[in-house]
């Protein structure tokens, strides 16, 4: 589980060049910690190192769910994503 086993930087690293996405879709913008943090207002002030740290540093910054693939990453759960690549 995600938020038990906190996935490293390199690893998060690897899923955005696979999956193409920004950094930011990788982080619970909705969830307790983001908000508590107040990172809305300070990801344009943190580099991307910075950013890996927080999301390294506990996986329920991490959006969920996420699905690995050899080719593929999925972020979240999007119903029309999700139907496009196993149907």
Same mark, same amino acid.
């Given at each position: =589980?995600? +938020?038990?086993?906190?996935?490293? %930087?390199?690893?998060?690293?690897?899923? =955005? %060049?696979? !999956?193409?996405?920004?950094?930011?879709? /990788? #982080?619970?913008?909705?969830? @307790?910690? /983001?908000?508590?943090?107040?990172?809305?207002?300070?990801?344009? !002030?943190?580099? &991307?190192? &910075?950013?890996? %740290?927080?999301?390294? !540093?506990?996986? =329920? =910054? +991490?959006?969920?769910? $996420?699905?690995?693939? &050899?080719? #593929? $990453?999925?972020?979240? /759960?999007? $119903? @029309?994503?999700? &139907? %496009? @690549? #196993?149907?």
């Amino acid at each position: =589980m995600i +938020h038990k086993d906190n996935p490293k %930087a390199d690893e998060v690293r690897k899923w =955005m %060049a696979l !999956s193409g996405l920004e950094l930011k879709k /990788f #982080f619970n913008t909705n969830g @307790k910690l /983001f908000k508590e943090n107040n990172l809305k207002e300070r990801w344009d !002030s943190l580099s &991307e190192d &910075e950013l890996l %740290a927080i999301l390294e !540093s506990d996986g =329920m =910054m +991490h959006k969920r769910p $996420v699905l690995i693939g &050899e080719d #593929f $990453v999925l972020v979240g /759960f999007k $119903v @029309k994503e999700w &139907e %496009a @690549k #196993f149907n």
